[in-house]
């Protein structure tokens, strides 16, 4: 993935996709009032059919999409990132 690519894609992680991923992940989890979903199943629908590179490429790819997630969850009234140990 050339960086040009990486930044659309980061580009393109807006509450209003989370939101609509959320709602078709098959591991999306509900709690009462509140829904889950993995950090990781965003990731893997995010880059779906992309050549996200292995090893340092890889990492560099998730963190970013990584941040971009919890940025755009960030604006979000509704909702939070949760970290995971």
Not at 45 to 61: F, S
Request: proline letters at 4%.
């Amino acid at each position: 993935m050339t960086e040009e690519e990486l930044n659309e894609l980061v580009a393109s992680v807006t509450p209003e996709r989370l939101r609509a991923l959320g709602q078709t992940l098959e591991d999306t989890f509900h709690l009462r009032r509140r829904t889950g979903v993995p950090v990781v199943s965003l990731l893997r629908a995010l880059t779906a059919g992309a050549d996200v590179g292995a090893g340092a490429e890889y990492r560099h790819v998730m963190a970013r999409l990584t941040e971009a997630i919890r940025f755009a969850v960030q604006q979000m009234p509704d909702a939070r990132f949760v970290e995971h140990s």
